[in-house]
């Protein structure tokens, strides 16, 4: 049995996690930002469920509810960082609150209930963090730049933090989907003012290749999480769904070949300390 703690439980990922570790039997300190929405949770699994309500951006609020988490079950298995949304928009559509709320929430929620729920689990002798990424956590698309922004942030803080913790048995995976019938695309997304000078740049993103094929099912990702989370050494990242691989493949395979074709540019730039007349 296993007692996990998952932002954004309301609906997507969260909920389909949530509830299939309660389904085998495990325990789930269950936030979001209403409690309302965590009501047939409760009514289902009864006591195995702590609902929590938590807006992950109040760095204070997030250190409280994880303590209460831990102190209501006894520990803490598994943190699951899954708050977030989506922000559409060009970069220079972008006004500052948009930016500004979407690291917020992305980055900074994440990072404060990863540094509340750390010292917990260094005490109890380990646990595994599932920080929730992206497909747009390695690569990137017009039209959501801000979003990569905050999720390639996620990507570096939760690979040193991999480094830094793994002495204490903290694992740490990001969890990179592709698309998925969720509402982040919809109900859950924020969109910029548009720009007319950007039309042309929106109907071809809305056309690539990789928005043509058919999403997966949330309800797919239900064993694959608890594989994961079972594994003896799980993976640091690992995709969710069929599109991932083939975009990262073909967006490494291209900066393996720029890096390589600059690379004689890359040595000269590095010189030579002694002969410049350093030390």
Known sequence: MKTWFITGTSRGFGREWAEAALERGDKVAATARSTDSLDLLVKQYGDAVLPLQLDVTDREAAFDVVARAHQHFGRLDVVVNNAGYGQFGMIEELSEQEARSQIETNLFGALWVTQAALPLLRRQGGGHFLQVSSIGGISAFPTVGI????????????????????????????????????????????????????????????????????????????????????????PLRVFLGRMPLGIAEADYESRLETWRKWQALAERAHGDVDSAGGG
């Open 147 to 234: 979003y990569h922004a905050s999720k390639w942030a996620l990507e570096g803080f939760s690979q040193s933090l991999a480094q830094e913790t793994a002495g204490f048995g903290i694992k740490v995976t990001l969890i990179e989907p592709g698309g998925y019938a969720t509402d982040w695309g919809g109900p859950s997304a924020k969109h910029a003012a548009a720009m007319p000078e950007y039309d042309g740049v929106r109907e071809q993103a809305a056309n690539r290749p990789s928005r043509r094929g058919s999403p997966g099912d949330p309800r797919a990702t239900r064993q694959p999480i608890l594989e994961i989370v079972d594994a003896a050494e799980p």
